[in-house]
């Protein structure tokens, strides 16, 4: 969310000042920075007082409390393996499953409706460039402890009711089958993409919702013909792989690594600019592609790539009317060409973006250049086609450095609370328009929480990938959080990173967005209200107050605790999993 969405915000702060105030003061380290935070806490407050007045005016629907909720049984969630093995059951081998379904519905396809998207808040498309789908594979280890889906969404994010949903549906469509199915986990990643259909209902949409919440009571603010087709044709597509599994063995492999430009001094070593850390500017990110190959026993079926890194796809400008799944559909369309399946999984993004102005390779520059001349419509797509072909490049060139996994697949979900602050986001859960599951909760300081869900898997011996439910700020989990002296709130971050509870040795991926989008999930001690992105400039004085870190993420937050909450629920799982 960028221009669009701060112009919406700059109308409500005008608006808010004229009847709401709710400014409170913030306890201020000594001698840092205590009146920036001060003027930030006043207009903060100023805006967050709107808020709760929308909250005050219309019915809040009744939730049950966080004890309750534990009490009772946990409708269409997964724990995972029943237990973890530490090697291969005797003459076992990995069987794995590919689906795929798209997502657009046949109005958009014949121009009868237009829908708006997920992240640029104003944007509408009336037609498809690509296509928006749901991928899904369906992965087991040959132990009989049952098969663990993931699968992966073209969309902004996937609310964890909705993904509960889809989880629901894929044991409906098995049943009527006749298929009593194993599965021990069903894992949902949104790509994150901005110019798809809004899987999460922060468009415009949301307004004239709100409006009629005060006489009717919510409604949820994503498109109900969509999240309808959304549910049904993404649990199509897992039902598909889960059908399709067949024998064969599984590799994995790293893509040379991608950094910063060096006027920053990250990751000078890198041979490829392509990653940015827009908010942080330490080494502690995921700069490479993650990949993962299954190659089939029976030679006539396509072998399967999935590939994990964490990189906002949002080089398609806003002003586009076609819908477009971003770089991952054109990363798509290259290992197709090359004969294999693929799937894209979001990784730990927060702040990690694409660094769409980067020279690129000649030979990708001409390929996009010789499209743009066949079709001049393409120039809308050209970064993103530039960045797909390359991305897909080289994952390709690296698939010689492939090493195979040995057939153990643990997985450890859970569910954990969150508590919900004041916000933009925690007023859409708390009156129920964007599907978290949220609960009463009398030690959250508004009164409700959400309850959403983390996991920790072992892929191999030498493999764990954590699931988050939000954009995880990668530095919460390889460390280098940012320190005291420079944090918002000037107190240092005193958990460990997650990784350094992972035995020496293992490669520690993040696949976020996952199961759930409870927004930015940034370090405690760096939480700010994010009006603070509007007063201060994170690189130069052309702002109210001056240099400082940004803070747009908050934007989209559940509340201050949402880094602390999860990295707990991390480091548990670490720790329990290998003590």
């Given at each position: 969310?960028?221009?669009?969405f701060?112009s919406?915000?700059?109308?409500?702060?005008v608006?808010?000042?004229?009847?709401?105030?709710?400014?409170?003061?913030?306890?201020?380290?000594?001698g840092?920075n205590?009146?920036?935070?001060?003027?930030?806490t006043?207009l903060g407050?100023?805006?967050?007082g709107?808020?709760?007045l929308?909250?005050?005016?219309?019915?809040?629907?009744?939730?049950?409390?966080?004890e309750?909720?534990?009490?009772?049984?946990?409708e269409?969630f997964?724990?995972?393996?029943?237990?973890?093995?530490?090697?291969?059951a005797q003459?076992?081998?990995?069987?794995?499953?590919?689906?795929?379904e798209s997502?657009?519905?046949?109005?958009?396809?014949?121009g009868?409706?237009?829908?708006?998207?997920?992240?640029?808040?104003?944007?509408?498309?009336?037609?498809v460039?690509d296509d928006q789908?749901?991928?899904?594979i369906?992965?087991?280890?040959?132990?009989?402890?049952?098969?663990?889906?993931f699968?992966?969404v073209?969309g902004?994010?996937?609310?964890?009711?909705d993904?509960?949903a889809?989880?629901a549906?894929v044991?409906k469509?098995?049943?009527e089958?006749?298929?009593?199915?194993?599965?021990?986990?069903i894992n949902?990643?949104?790509t994150h993409?901005?110019t798809?259909?809004?899987?999460?209902?922060?468009?415009?949409d949301?307004?004239?919702?709100?409006?009629?919440?005060?006489?009717?009571?919510a409604?949820?603010?994503?498109?109900s013909?969509?999240?309808?087709?959304?549910?049904d044709?993404?649990?199509d597509?897992i039902?598909?792989?889960?059908l399709?599994?067949?024998?064969?063995?599984?590799?994995?492999?790293?893509s040379?690594?991608?950094?910063?430009?060096?006027?920053?001094g990250?990751f000078?070593?890198?041979?490829?600019?392509?990653l940015?850390?827009?908010?942080?500017y330490?080494?502690?990110?995921?700069?490479?592609?993650?990949c993962?190959?299954?190659?089939p026993d029976?030679?006539?079926s396509?072998?399967?790539?999935?590939?994990?890194?964490?990189?906002?796809?949002?080089v398609?400008?806003?002003s586009?009317?076609l819908?477009s799944?971003?770089?991952?559909a054109f990363?798509?369309?290259e290992?197709?060409?090359?004969?294999?399946?693929?799937?894209f999984?979001?990784?730990?993004q927060?702040p990690?973006?694409?660094?769409?102005?980067?020279?690129m390779?000649?030979?990708?520059?001409?390929?996009?250049?010789?499209?743009?001349?066949?079709d001049?419509?393409v120039?809308?797509y050209?970064?993103?086609?530039?960045l797909?072909?390359?991305?897909?490049?080289?994952i390709?060139?690296?698939e010689?450095k492939?090493k195979?996994?040995e057939?153990?697949?643990?997985?450890?979900?859970?569910?954990?609370v969150?508590q919900?602050?004041?916000?933009l986001?925690?007023?859409?859960?708390?009156?129920?328009f964007?599907g978290?599951?949220t609960?009463?909760?009398a030690?959250?300081?508004?009164?409700?929480?959400i309850?959403?869900?983390?996991?920790?898997?072992?892929?191999?011996?030498?493999?764990?990938?954590?699931?988050?439910p939000g954009?995880?700020?990668?530095?919460l989990?390889?460390?280098?959080?940012?320190s005291?002296?420079d944090?918002?709130?000037?107190?240092?971050?005193?958990?460990?990173?997650?990784a350094?509870?992972?035995?020496?040795?293992?490669?520690v991926?993040?696949?976020?967005?996952?199961?759930?989008a409870i927004?930015?999930?940034?370090?405690?001690?760096?939480?700010?209200?994010?009006?603070?992105?509007s007063?201060?400039?994170?690189d130069?004085?052309?702002k109210?107050?001056?240099?400082?870190?940004r803070h747009?993420?908050?934007?989209?937050?559940?509340?201050g605790?949402?880094?602390?909450?999860?990295?707990t629920?991390?480091n548990a799982?670490?720790?329990?999993i290998?003590?």
């Amino acid at each position: 969310m960028k221009k669009s969405f701060k112009s919406f915000i700059a109308t409500l702060l005008v608006f808010t000042m004229l009847f709401s105030f709710n400014a409170s003061a913030a306890t201020v380290s000594a001698g840092h920075n205590a009146a920036i935070r001060a003027v930030t806490t006043v207009l903060g407050g100023i805006i967050d007082g709107a808020i709760s007045l929308l909250g005050a005016l219309a019915p809040t629907p009744d939730y049950p409390t966080v004890e309750e909720y534990f009490a009772g049984t946990s409708e269409n969630f997964y724990e995972g393996t029943a237990s973890f093995i530490d090697t291969a059951a005797q003459g076992a081998k990995w069987s794995l499953g590919f689906g795929k379904e798209s997502l657009v519905p046949e109005n958009l396809l014949n121009g009868t409706k237009k829908y708006y998207t997920g992240g640029y808040f104003t944007q509408k498309v009336s037609g498809v460039y690509d296509d928006q789908k749901a991928v899904a594979i369906a992965l087991e280890d040959g132990s009989g402890r049952g098969t663990t889906i993931f699968a992966s969404v073209d969309g902004i994010g996937v609310a964890n009711k909705d993904v509960r949903a889809i989880r629901a549906a894929v044991e409906k469509k098995l049943l009527e089958n006749g298929i009593f199915a194993n599965i021990n986990a069903i894992n949902i990643n949104a790509t994150h993409c901005h110019t798809v259909i809004d899987t999460q209902g922060i468009g415009l949409d949301l307004l004239p919702k709100i409006l009629k919440s005060f006489f009717t009571g919510a409604d949820r603010s994503i498109d109900s013909e969509f999240l309808g087709v959304m549910i049904d044709r993404t649990a199509d597509a897992i039902v598909e792989a889960y059908l399709n599994m067949e024998k064969g063995k599984l590799y994995y492999f790293e893509s040379a690594t991608m950094g910063k430009d060096e006027g920053a001094g990250i990751f000078l070593d890198d041979e490829y600019p392509y990653l940015t850390n827009k908010r942080y500017y330490t080494e502690a990110f995921q700069n490479f592609m993650a990949c993962f190959k299954f190659v089939p026993d029976n030679a006539n079926s396509d072998a399967t790539v999935f590939t994990n890194f964490g990189a906002h796809p949002t080089v398609i400008d806003e002003s586009t009317k076609l819908l477009s799944a971003d770089f991952p559909a054109f990363m798509e369309s290259e290992i197709n060409a090359a004969g294999m399946n693929f799937m894209f999984i979001q990784g730990a993004q927060a702040p990690v973006s694409v660094n769409k102005w980067t020279e690129m390779p000649e030979e990708i520059v001409a390929k996009v250049d010789a499209e743009i001349a066949a079709d001049p419509t393409v120039e809308d797509y050209k970064i993103s086609k530039q960045l797909g072909y390359e991305f897909a490049r080289l994952i390709l060139e690296a698939e010689g450095k492939a090493k195979e996994v040995e057939p153990i697949l643990n997985v450890k979900m859970t569910e954990y609370v969150v508590q919900l602050g004041k916000g933009l986001l925690p007023y859409g859960a708390t009156e129920g328009f964007i599907g978290t599951t949220t609960v009463e909760d009398a030690s959250s300081k508004t009164g409700y929480s959400i309850i959403t869900e983390a996991g920790y898997i072992e892929i191999g011996k030498d493999i764990v990938l954590l699931t988050a439910p939000g954009e995880l700020v990668p530095q919460l989990v390889y460390g280098k959080v940012i320190s005291a002296e420079d944090s918002y709130l000037g107190t240092e971050w005193t958990l460990d990173a997650t990784a350094s509870l992972v035995p020496e040795g293992k490669t520690v991926l993040v696949m976020g967005l996952c199961n759930d989008a409870i927004g930015y999930i940034v370090p405690d001690n760096d939480y700010a209200h994010f009006i603070a992105d509007s007063i201060w400039d994170m690189d130069g004085a052309d702002k109210l107050f001056g240099p400082y870190h940004r803070h747009y993420e908050e934007m989209l937050a559940t509340s201050g605790t949402a880094g602390s909450a999860t990295i707990t629920v991390l480091n548990a799982l670490a720790k329990d999993i290998n003590k």
